[in-house]
């Protein structure tokens, strides 16, 4: 039988992570930090766990194995692999300076697929700024140059933020989250980073986390980012919500929902739905009962279980394929 699966994610303590996901997303760990919770994965880094039901216990990875890839979707066809990773990630500190690389170059030298992205800025520190790109056209050589001499910085487009904003982050576009933001990040499947400049810190073995300069140079798109950092649409002619479409693209479709009191939603048998709260509690209602859902929780909604609702004021965001 197919329903709603409430999942557990995978925490992950990277050095510039903070507290908040465990004093206000509820996240229960033993962890000093939790930088980043991975709310929707099937990567072999970290893998969400079922949480209800008669799957409990179980990786999504395993029960879609067992149920079969129908409960995917038909979109999702064209993926050899599951298509999505959903994060909550807490930067307490700046993250490094880094850049993903797209699908030809990671498949080829990293045996999995590439890596774009999209940033949902749940909340921020006043006066908080990230790295987008770079604020103008450079050459390789300048780009190689003030890696070495650690004049990179220079040159980097430093943008301030506010909840709500909207990054795109395409394949190859230099980035990096700055302290005092938490992000809902919707991504491809990919855990392949190169890690550019990292402001000297030193790792949990006490040396210089290692960088990947070769291999950003040959990635990097050096020029400057183009697209708008605002939701692509706004929709606020319904009774009971508003909704804004976030970002959509060849591998995720995002929309972000600020209920009031009542949505209806369905998944037929093109895509599966993945739900992430930020805010509020929520009731989750379809056929075969209900479930709540509070702030912090995820829920992935299988391609074919039909109609359901959300029930409740809080603020959510939805992905699919």
């Known amino acids: 039988m197919l329903y709603p699966l409430k999942l557990t994610a995978p925490l992950k303590d990277y050095i510039w992570g903070g507290t908040a996901l465990k004093t206000k997303y509820n996240k229960k760990s033993n962890l000093e930090k939790v930088a980043e919770s991975w709310e929707l994965s099937c990567h072999k880094d970290g893998q969400s766990l079922i949480a209800n039901g008669v799957a409990s216990g179980m990786t999504l990875a395993s029960y879609i194995e067992q149920q079969g890839k129908k409960i995917l979707g038909s979109n999702a066809d064209r993926f050899t692999y599951f298509p999505l990773l959903i994060k909550l990630i ?29 940033w949902y800025i749940v909340d921020c ?23 070495e001499d650690n004049t990179l910085l220079e040159v980097c487009n430093n943008v301030p933020v506010k909840k709500g904003d909207v990054f795109f982050i395409d394949a190859g576009t230099l980035h990096a989250i700055g302290k005092g933001i938490l992000v809902a990040e919707i991504q491809q499947n990919s855990n392949t980073t190169y890690r550019i400049y990292d402001y000297g810190r030193l790792g949990n073995g006490g040396k210089p986390r290692d960088l990947h300069v070769q291999k950003a140079l040959d990635v990097t798109n050096l ?44 998944t037929d048998m093109n895509t599966f739905h993945s739900i992430l709260v930020l805010e509020g509690g929520l009731t989750l209602c379809y056929e075969e009962g209900k479930m709540v859902l509070n702030k912090g929780e995820s829920v992935f909604i299988p391609a074919g279980l039909g109609e359901y609702s959300l029930q409740g004021k809080g603020e959510f965001i939805l992905s699919m394929v």
């Open 90 to 118: 807490d930067a307490k500190d700046n993250l490094s300076v880094q850049v993903h690389p797209e699908n030809e170059y990671a498949l080829h030298v990293e045996g999995e697929y590439g890596k774009t992205e999209m």
């Open 223 to 266: 020029s400057r980012p183009t697209k708008p950092t605002t939701p692509e649409a706004e929709m606020h002619f319904f009774a009971d919500y508003d909704m804004k479409l976030l970002a959509h693209c060849e591998y995720f479709t995002v929309y972000h929902f600020d209920l009031i009191k009542k949505c209806n939603l369905k």
């Open 125 to 147: 520190e006043p006066g908080a700024e990230l790295l987008y790109g770079f604020k103008n056209e450079i050459s390789k050589a300048e780009f190689q140059q003030r890696i």
